[in-house]
């Protein structure tokens, strides 16, 4: 005769594995769930302060330049004809490669030296309901700027006014920031443009001499075009 008696216990090694078990489950469950919570509310705020690093990265890189003394008549030279009607601008590349290349370098060497960014999330924030989102502990998160930076140089050409033309050279500042914050990990651009020289010029907007150029955009009566 088989005894089946005592088959039936848990022994304290099967309990113990069970209740770690459910510990683990309920673990997952709730992590998912905060995931679920925070994963919007990080992404929101990570990008928030992207921009944020970014934009002051790229004003400050052009503060220092227009500080250390940018003459515009090195980097544009307007053309005229006998009667003093402007024809169009001469353009001295390596200067505008010059600054570009600085201006990328400073935003660069800006973003290096910024480090970690630390702030917090109030762990009200969790409970999904308004009243409790800025209550609370706070959260720690760490975000890492890693930069990479591209400065695409270009001109326009603007009426402004009467027999008045507005004209500028810019750069079109792209800054991709790469965040590393927890439930969240991507990439994030940021783009500015950046004026380096703004004059008016007496005459109309010289229309022939955009005939030869690439990739020509009119805009609200503005004439854009890159410089290479």
Known sequence: ??????????????????VLFAIALLLVIFLMLMEARLAPVLR???????????????????????AAGLDSTEIAQPIRDSSGALQGVQYDMGEVNRVSSQ??????????????????IPLGQLAGLHFLS???PGLPVRMVPVGAV???????????????????VFLDVTVTMRVA?????????VSARVPIVEE???GAVPS???????????QEGRLEFPLK
Do not use: C
């Open 44 to 66: 929101a705020w990570a990008e928030t302060r992207a921009v944020a690093l970014a934009t002051t990265a790229i004003n400050s890189a052009v503060e220092e330049l227009m």
């Open 200 to 202: 008016i010029f007496i």
């Open 134 to 136: 800025a209550r609370g």
């Open 103 to 120: 201006v990328a370098q400073r935003i660069t060497a800006s973003l290096s030296s910024l480090g970690h960014e630390h702030f917090s």
């Open 1 to 18: 005769m088989i005894n089946w008696q005592g088959k039936g216990k848990l022994t304290w090694r099967t309990y113990t594995g069970l």
């Open 181 to 189: 914050v927890p439930l969240l990990a991507e990439e994030i651009s």
């Open 208 to 218: 022939w001499y955009f005939a030869g150029q690439d990739n020509v955009t009119v």
């Open 150 to 168: 591209t400065a695409t140089p270009g001109a326009s050409f603007e009426s402004a006014g009467l027999n008045q033309t507005w004209h500028r």
